[in-house]
């Protein structure tokens, strides 16, 4: 199958971002800005990215005890991978700059959507499962399992590619906002796989109302 190559890409370009941030040296090969402010969209980007991936690595950590389909504990294997090294290096640069992992702020205040979301039932971000949602996916086991995890996957990564190209728009660090980049890039592709994958089990994507 062609998608875990495109997951090793996407993770490798990745893996190459903090030897960068490390040295002081962005991607083009400049010096790297100033230590960014707590309420800059670096630092912003980097705490609610971190907490939207945690979600990711959790649901997946659920679907692969509840399914025995090798296709579907692949693709969850991958996220958790992928989501949970992210997240290090996220949590990396927030330690590096001297910044707190937490901030009073509302999630996503740094994009200016303070007002466009209203957090209910442990969903703090657009695409974020509900713990109504996190219950009825531990509930599941098998087909029911898989279609109700990619359907939450699907929207999770739709709001993880919006908060992204949010940040890949208003970015002054070059390093994050290749990592950002990366996020866009991938998850992309996986919201395609997932869709594919539905349509094998015979659903579509988008949530049922609970």
């Not at 800059?40 to 945690?54: I, K, L, N, V």
């Not at 740094?110 to 969903?123: A, I, K, L, V």
């Not at 531990?138 to 359907?151: H, I, K």
């Not at 970015?171 to 094998?200: F, G, I, P, Y």
């Amino acid at each position: 199958m062609w998608w875990p190559a495109a997951l090793a890409a996407a993770v490798a370009l990745a893996l190459g971002v903090p030897a960068l941030v490390a040295s002081g040296t962005s991607a083009s090969g400049s010096s790297s800005l100033a230590v960014p402010a707590d309420d800059s969209p670096e630092a912003g980007f980097a705490r609610d990215m971190a907490t939207h991936h945690q979600q990711a690595v959790d649901l997946s950590f659920i679907v692969r005890d509840r399914t025995t389909d090798e296709p579907t504990r692949t693709l969850a294997f991958d996220i958790i991978n992928t989501q949970a090294n992210q997240r290090g290096m996220m949590m990396g640069w927030l330690d590096q700059w001297g910044l707190s992992q937490h901030t009073s702020a509302k999630p996503m205040a740094w994009m200016g959507m303070e007002h466009d979301y209203q957090p209910h039932d442990g969903s703090l971000m657009p695409g974020m499962a509900t713990n109504t949602q996190l219950a009825k996916l531990r509930s599941l086991s098998g087909r029911d399992a898989e279609v109700f995890y990619l359907q939450l996957m699907i929207e999770h990564h739709k709001g993880g590619v919006a908060m992204a190209q949010g940040y890949v728009d208003a970015a002054k660090n070059d390093s994050e906002k290749r990592l950002a980049q990366s996020m866009v890039t991938a998850q992309t592709s996986e919201m395609a796989l997932m869709t594919d994958m539905l349509k094998e089990r015979g659903a579509a994507p988008g949530v049922p109302a609970s």
